[in-house]
């Protein structure tokens, strides 16, 4: 089976494996007991993929004697506050979970981001599993360790950086996917191609039909593409104190302040997808980029189904609400050429 090792460089021996392919949740039950993995087991998940997921993942866990339970919040960006995860943690209290219970995290990026959250402050932190069931979870949340949740001012605005014990990538899960959701993964995984893998961004070209078609030997090229980037960068930086884990970001500044612009009813990786138009735009005009490669990205980005361009554009106030702010200056991400990228503070009241 396709293991991606993640290394912390700071952690050496605190390592976890991710595992990429068709039915690998199969081998969930001996890993968590090889692994000594916790002795009772909190399934977190959100109300639709309980349904879709969730009550098959505990009955292939009971019925392979794991000692398990499913928990589940209202599904949608609106519950991930710190009210769902008290009410998350007492729900847990009540059902004799301890600080040697783990959590298996079972959903999307919301699922993600709260469950991580909740097992690294509940019992004053506790293990937990990665199962992401989205193609944006798989290439984005589910890897790095970083967790949180959302405030008025804006997302992930309260969070932790906690690593899971292993992530497994069950290709199986995206055959369920509606399609704008795994359009809206794919915009990630471009900018992956974008910021750092020319090679990939091209496969993407290429290949966008069979992607789009849920081809597995697809999915699992450009998904082993994805983290294997995100890994290589996260071990060296954990914590985002340099410059290179903050490549990430791309497209983000602009893309958050959308999606809270919209009250988080657009899809985060279309709001990316617009965001990253944007700061093309502005890297075109401070002759950072060159048009051809501008016109290139925003080409694939159509073709994919995704958006890019915006009713309406996101204002210095906007903007300020991003966490990665420093003052009144922002570190922008810039692709100088597909496959190049670097970070650079500019004033926001001068954008």
């Known amino acids: 089976m396709p293991k991606i090792k993640v290394k912390i ?5 605190d390592k976890y494996p991710v595992f990429i392919k068709e039915g690998c949740i199969n081998s969930l039950p001996d890993f968590l ?7 009772k087991y909190a399934i977190l998940t959100d109300s639709k993929t309980k349904k879709i997921h969730g009550e098959s993942l505990l009955k292939f866990l009971k019925k392979n004697k794991i000692d398990a339970e499913l928990i589940s919040f209202d599904q949608g960006e609106k519950s991930k506050t710190l009210k769902t995860v008290a009410q998350l943690a007492e729900e847990m209290i009540k059902k004799h979970f301890d600080r040697n219970s783990a959590i298996i995290i079972l959903g999307g990026g919301v699922v993600g981001d709260l469950g991580g959250f909740l097992a690294s402050v509940f019992m004053r932190g506790i293990s937990y599993i990665q199962i992401p069931t989205t193609l944006l979870a798989i290439v984005d949340s589910a890897i790095g360790g970083k967790t949180g949740v959302d405030l008025e001012g804006g997302k992930n605005l309260i969070g932790t950086t906690c690593q899971p014990k292993a992530v497994f990538v069950d290709i ?13 993964g794919l915009c990630e995984v471009i900018k992956y191609g974008i910021i750092k893998d020319k090679g990939l961004f091209k496969y993407i070209e290429k290949n966008l039909e069979k992607i789009l078609n849920k081809d597995a030997k697809a999915l699992e090229h450009i998904i082993e593409k994805s983290i294997k980037i995100k890994v290589k960068i996260i071990e060296k930086d954990e914590r985002e104190t340099n410059d290179e884990r903050i490549l990430f970001n791309y497209g983000h500044t602009f893309g958050h302040a959308l999606e809270k612009m919209s009250n988080y009813t657009l899809l985060h990786g279309f709001a990316i997808s617009i965001g990253i138009v944007m700061i093309n735009c502005l890297a075109v005009e401070k002759k950072i980029m ?11 980005l159509k073709r994919a189904g995704l958006p890019t361009t915006s009713m309406k554009k996101p204002g210095t106030k906007d903007i300020l609400s991003d966490k990665k702010r420093s003052g009144d200056y922002m570190n922008f991400v810039f692709a100088k050429k597909i496959g190049k990228a670097f970070s650079q503070k500019e004033k926001i009241t001068n954008l």
């Open 9 to 13: 460089a700071s952690r050496p021996r």
């Open 33 to 39: 007991k090889e692994n000594n993995i916790g002795k």
């Open 172 to 184: 199986n899960y995206l055959k369920t996917l509606p399609q704008n959701q795994i359009i809206n």
């Open 290 to 300: 060159k048009e051809k490669d501008a016109e290139r990205i925003k080409t694939l």
